[in-house]
């Protein structure tokens, strides 16, 4: 069965980055893009990304423009969402979720969520 | 940037049909889809393409969009469809949310 599973638990101060890793098996990991998607505490879902694991292509969210790096490992089925820069206001639950397919672009699986708090 | 709209709260009875509304300019051109987000866990996909059910989603979650607005509509709606709903859609390559809807189901 498809799944995804993330990297844990983040704690950074501001000003570093963070990297996390969403590990895909079950399906040919090429063949479907995946989304990064956070959610601040008590707030809604915010689409931060998304990335071909096929070639690395990537398109990010114009509020995110400069600061995530979104990469694909495809000899570990891995990819990886890097947010650098980090404030107060990136303290969040980041998931990473896979595309249904063909030319559907809804997120049907998805990992199990990393939460990442900044604070100095 | 492009937004979609939608209500922070909706109230419904058990057994009764519960609409929720998603908002945006020229929405019909876009094809939508709605995730379930129950306190503590991933959210879930239940519609797509307007108005497909993926695999294991029960016939009572439906869509439509029309114009502006989209909606989803579940039917019979049962305690356990108490959760926070999002719509999203794609803007020039950019994946957008709406605000979430809380389904209040008492």
């Known amino acids: 069965q498809v799944q995804l599973v ?12 963070v990297k996390i890793s969403c590990e895909a098996s079950g399906y040919t990991f090429t063949s479907y893009f995946i989304d990064w998607v956070r959610q601040a505490p008590g707030q809604g879902l915010e689409w931060m990304g998304i990335i071909d694991p ?15 790096t ?7 089925n891995t990819v990886y969402m890097e947010l650098s820069s980090l404030r107060s206001e990136d303290t ?24 990442v708090t900044v604070s100095s | 940037s492009y937004e979609l709209t939608q ?11 519960a609409s929720i ?11 939508v889809c709605w995730y379930q987000q129950k306190p503590g866990q991933s959210p879930v996909l239940v519609v797509y393409q307007d108005s497909k059910r993926p695999s294991g989603i029960p016939e ?17 709606t049962q305690v356990m469809d108490e959760a926070d709903y999002y719509c999203q859609a794609w803007d020039i ?3 957008v949310f709406g605000g979430g809807t809380k389904l209040t189901v008492l």
Request: charged share 15%; aromatic share 8%.
């Open chain 1, 6 to 17: 993330q990297s844990g638990a983040e704690v950074k101060r501001p000003g570093a980055s």
């Open chain 1, 54 to 68: 096929s070639g690395g292509t990537t398109s990010y969210a114009q509020k995110f423009q400069g600061r995530v």
């Open chain 1, 70 to 76: 979104m990469t694909r490992d495809a000899s570990t």
């Open chain 1, 92 to 115: 969040a639950v980041y998931y990473c979720a896979r595309v249904i397919g063909g030319a559907d672009t809804a997120m049907l699986f998805w990992g199990q969520g990393t939460r």
């Open chain 2, 7 to 17: 209500p922070p709260s909706v109230s419904v009875s058990p057994g009764q049909t």
């Open chain 2, 21 to 31: 509304t998603c908002s945006g300019n020229k929405l019909e051109d876009k094809y």
């Open chain 2, 60 to 76: 009572r979650f439906s869509g439509s969009n029309s114009g502006s607005t989209a909606t989803l509509t579940i039917s019979g």
């Open chain 2, 93 to 95: 390559n950019t994946g």
